[in-house]
């Protein structure tokens, strides 16, 4: 079980959507995918490469791990994995939302947000 | 192609990662785009081994590093690579040359003919003819004899009788006038069964195809516009379905639209609209739901395991024979064969040039790599002798060539694109053309020729320099080296030569060939004389008498035009449409059953010879006193003349066509299809006899034709504004359109060659430098011990002379065995002319000659004392 220690202190943004994606259901790969893509409306699309290292890497670093149930028996491939979030993994998607959460909060107070976008 | 790639990026991940998620990524993969996967690959591959090497999962095993070590070399490469910057600059150009003709070639090859065609499991699809095998004894038929088209109720009844065929369709083509909106417009229209686009499997992007009913006489009119008619006419508005076009002053209703790239091959025979036709169901037309009207083309969908045969065997016993050919078949052929017959053999013929051409930009990068190697053969042996092993070594050099071809990759993508433009306006009407682009699958292919290349140009200097034994070099001080590079170097150059020569042969005789195709005897005057296809529709103009009428009344027009000298007209021109072949009879003289001889027919006007510039051998030609009330009376053709009276004069003769017509002038022969083409029979009637709706005027002038369009439109519309114009041109522009496919072969042999030659003389000319370079010290020996300058030119010259024989000669020898596939693209020259191979041979060897002469001439002047003293 890895330790709080072994956590990264911010997220990627690749980690933080896999992990957001993951939050209110089990999925496997391309339906993270798709569900980023879905919730973003295109904007955040992630390759191959960056989706299964992302997941590797958070596997080990045990904020997300296979889910052992499959959820949709009538799944066209039963091979596919699925992919649970670990309590770690809510209190890092936790913390990165409270800390982005602070960042929109100091953006507003300089007035950032007041200007239209596109000056 | 798209699987290719993802497996090779796949592979560039460690194992362990391809192990685990090997098949999810794949998937994954399958639906990014080319630029996005190499994006995500360059970001994650490195973070993947990374990871593996700091110890994110411990294997132990050796050479965990070894993306390190590559990205270490890759780095080390850019540096020596940066060091040298003429040799750098020279191998990527001469590379980028190679892989972009390559490349160019290749999108075309792609987008024409290994793209999917945009119909549902083309596979499946089967084209079915009508055939005559009695006519293959007849000259004027046998062409024709297995493309028979099918009659309107011959189809109903495979339709209504046939198991085989999931579906079955067919479609022909013709042309309308297109009298709303806009103009009067002569268009394509292609006819086509309910079933056609629901056979095809291809789905109207807007509104419906046509319905069942549809293809009863008498239904409402309705029509389908082609993608690229619902553009160009109506911006694409779509707002066009429910309103109506006028063909033929018939109103349409415009019921779909067809998707962007679906197109027919076939359609557009008649020349007035191209690939954008009109589509209108079979019940729209009349004429060509007669029962001896063979005028469609049928395509079927095979069921799941019948074979062509038993199609064609079950079409058979369903299409009624006509009457006068009892001994007709049916046969079947893959459909989608059929649409890209032809394409395959001239495509690859210039796909396989631009290999070739690769080739020898490999070979010439490998000889200024193994020229290089002579340098570096001292940096090598330190390397070696502080504890680099020979793997590591070769390794390296292997990194510097594949920065090499991928810097070559780079720009010749550059150059692929612009030459892809070119190609594109040069190249002669294929289907699918406009799908041609520089897309993922074509940046891919250009990509993998670098890498190729790199490995095929870089290893064997990779491996010569690697091997060359360390203390040997190291005490034998580095410019006197084991000469195995020499040779190596002597025989790539005898390649490259022994490929040019390829290369040259195959331009010379297709600009050869070109050359005899454009000096043939066409038989008439091209030059200064324009053409102006109308039509007179029936709707407009009644019968034939108000229609010569007009006909007249428009050549008096423009013969009155400035800078006119003659005018006049005919049904089918020479090289624009040809004229149909009819059978008659000669007075007297019965033919036996079923040998009726076939002649081309052309209604001409009073004045046709003259202004054609065809000479009249004997009588007389067509004159205005020639009309319908008088002596009925034909021209021949010298062809029709020497078949029937070879020893004497076919004057007063009578030939049998509807009337008994009296032979009263025999005119030169002309050619009428192509340049290729032989002349054929033809039979001259005067056109006021029949006056057809569809003529070809022809104005002879002094003056630039060009500026004729304006007058003769003007001239035509002052008779009638309603007129159609389909089509205004030089006849000589005609003439050349019948070679633009040997002319587009030519040019890019040609230009192939000369890229081959300019490298081969850039390797000669290389190895030579270095050559003499390296025989410094034995020259100056040579010249201290009384050696002349001549004689250490000669024998600088001998060293190039030895490399050049030998690649000649096996070129010589290549080139016989390769030049049999030129067979079928030239035209009066032999594949082994020899003339050619000596003028090439002779060509190619001043080249050696001249590419050794500069730097041989450098080895007379070698001063003995400054090479003694630099030892």
Redesign the interface.
């Known amino acids: 079980m890895p330790r709080r220690s072994d956590w990264p202190h911010s997220l990627t943004p690749a980690a933080f959507q896999i992990l957001l994606a993951l939050a209110d259901a089990d999925r ?3 339906g993270i ?1 798709e569900e980023i893509e879905s919730r973003t409306g295109g904007e955040t ?1 992630l ?7 992302t ?3 958070l596997r ?1 670093t045990g904020l997300i791990c296979e889910a052992e149930r499959v959820p949709d028996p009538s799944e066209s491939d039963p ?3 699925y992919y649970t979030i670990t309590p770690f993994g809510r209190e890092a998607l936790a913390r990165e939302a409270r800390r982005l959460e602070v960042m929109v909060h100091v953006a507003k107070s300089k007035a950032v947000l007041d200007q239209e976008p596109g000056r | 192609m798209k699987r290719l790639l993802c497996a090779l990026f796949l592979r560039l ?1 460690p194992k362990s ?1 391809r192990d ?2 090997g ?7 399958a639906r ?1 785009g080319f630029l ?2 190499v ?3 360059l ?3 490195p ?2 081994w990374r ?1 593996r090497a700091s110890g ?1 999962q411990a294997t132990g095993r050796k050479g965990g590093g070894s993306l390190g070590t590559t990205l270490q070399d890759a780095r080390f490469g850019l540096r020596t690579l940066r060091k040298r910057p003429l040799f750098t600059l020279m191998a990527v150009g001469t590379l980028s040359l190679g892989i972009g003709s390559a490349t160019a070639m290749f999108s075309v090859v792609e987008g024409v003919l290994l793209r999917g065609l945009p119909f549902e499991n083309p596979e499946e699809l089967v084209s079915v003819w009508q055939t005559y095998p009695e006519w293959r004894g007849n000259p004027d038929l046998a062409p024709m004899w297995d493309w028979g088209y099918l009659a309107y109720p011959g189809f109903e009844r495979w339709r209504d009788g046939q198991t085989q065929l999931q579906g079955v369709a067919v479609h022909a083509s013709t042309a309308r006038n297109l009298t709303s909106p806009g103009d009067v417009e002569r268009i394509t229209v292609g006819v086509a069964s309910a079933s056609l686009f629901s056979v095809l499997g291809v789905q109207p992007v807007l509104g419906r195809g046509f319905l069942p009913e549809e293809d009863q006489a008498g239904t409402a009119p309705v029509a389908v516009l082609s993608h690229a008619f619902w553009q160009e006419r109506f911006g694409g508005d779509e707002g066009v379905l429910r309103s109506t076009i006028g063909l033929n002053q018939t109103h349409f209703e415009v019921v779909g639209i067809l998707p962007r790239h679906f197109e027919l091959r076939g359609l557009g025979f008649f020349g007035s609209g191209g690939a954008k036709p009109v589509w209108i169901p079979t019940g729209a037309d009349g004429y060509r739901r007669a029962e001896n009207s063979h005028s469609y083309e049928a395509v079927g969908r095979l069921k799941p395991g019948v074979t062509l045969p038993q199609v064609a065997g079950e079409a058979r016993s369903l299409i009624p024979a006509p009457d006068e050919d009892p001994g007709h078949s049916v046969r079947a052929e893959s459909w989608i064969e059929l649409q890209r017959a032809g394409l395959w053999s001239p495509l690859l013929l210039l796909l396989g040039a631009s290999g070739i051409l690769l080739l020898i930009a490999a070979g010439n990068v490998a000889t200024l790599l193994l020229g290089e190697a002579a340098g570096r053969r001292h940096e090598m042996a330190t390397r070696t002798a502080l504890g680099a092993g020979r793997r590591r070594l070769v390794r390296q050099l292997l990194t510097e060539s594949i920065l090499l071809g991928m810097g070559g990759s780079l720009l010749g993508i550059g150059v692929a694109i612009a030459g892809t433009h070119f190609l594109l306006a040069m190249a002669p009407a294929l289907p699918r053309l406009d799908q041609v682009s520089v897309n993922g699958s074509v940046l891919f292919f250009a990509v993998g020729l670098g890498v190729l290349s790199s490995l095929v140009f870089g290893l064997a200097p990779a491996l010569h320099l690697a091997g060359s034994g360390a203390r040997q070099t190291l005490a034998t001080g580095w410019r006197s080296g084991p000469r195995g590079g020499n040779s190596l170097q002597k025989g790539l150059i005898a390649a490259e030569l022994a490929l040019t020569m390829v290369l040259l042969v195959s331009g010379v005789l297709v600009v050869r060939s070109l050359d005899r195709l454009l000096a043939v005897e066409t038989g008439f005057q091209a030059e200064q004389l324009v053409m102006a296809r109308v039509n007179l529709p029936g709707y407009r103009f009644g019968g034939m008498t108000e229609r010569a009428l007009r006909v007249e009344e428009i050549q008096e027009t423009l013969s009155a035009l400035p800078g006119v000298t003659a005018a006049s007209g005919t049904s089918s021109l020479p090289f624009y449409n040809n004229p149909n072949a009819l059978s008659y009879g000669i007075e007297g003289r019965p033919a036996p059953e079923g040998t009726a001889p076939h002649a081309s027919v052309m209604d001409v006007l009073p004045g046709f010879f003259e202004t054609m510039g065809i000479r009249i051998m004997e009588g007389r030609p067509i004159q205005d006193s020639d009309r319908s009330d008088g002596q009925p009376v034909a021209v021949i053709s010298e062809t029709f003349a020497r078949r029937h009276w070879p020893d004497e004069s076919p004057l007063g003769a009578r030939i049998l066509f509807g009337d008994t017509l009296l032979v009263v002038g025999v005119a030169a022969d002309v050619i009428h299809e192509s340049l290729e083409s032989k002349p054929s029979a033809i039979l001259y009637l005067p056109f006021f006899r029949s006056a057809g709706p569809s003529i070809n005027f022809l104005v002879r002038t002094t003056g630039a034709p060009e500026a004729l369009y304006g007058m003769i439109r003007e001239a035509i519309h002052s008779v009638d504004r309603e007129i159609p114009i389909t089509r205004t041109g030089t006849v000589t522009s005609l003439v050349l359109a019948s070679a633009r496919d040997a002319r587009f072969r030519a040019l890019l042999l040609a230009v192939f060659a000369a890229c081959a030659s300019l490298l081969a003389c850039a390797g000669v000319f290389g190895v030579t430098s270095r050559a003499v370079a390296q025989r410094q010290k034995e020259l100056g020996v040579r010249k201290a011990l009384g050696a002349g300058a001549g004689g250490l030119v000669r024998l600088s010259l001998l060293g190039a002379a030895g490399p050049g024989v030998v690649g000649v000669a096996s070129g010589l020898v290549i080139t016989l065995f390769t030049s049999g596939f030129l067979r079928g693209f030239l035209f009066e020259v032999q594949p082994w002319d020899p003339a050619t191979y000596g003028l090439v041979a002779g060509v190619l060897m001043a080249i050696v000659f001249l590419a050794a002469l500069f730097p041989a001439r450098k080895a007379g002047r070698v001063e003995p004392m400054e090479v003694l003293r630099e030892e």
């Open positions: 496997h790969g391309l995918v699309v390759g191959p490469g960056s989706l299964y290292g997941i590797k890497r080990e091979r596919r994995r | 991940y990662f685990e998620y098949r999810e990524w794949r998937e994954l993969a990014r996005s996967l994006g995500d690959t970001r994650e591959v973070v993947q990871h994110g």
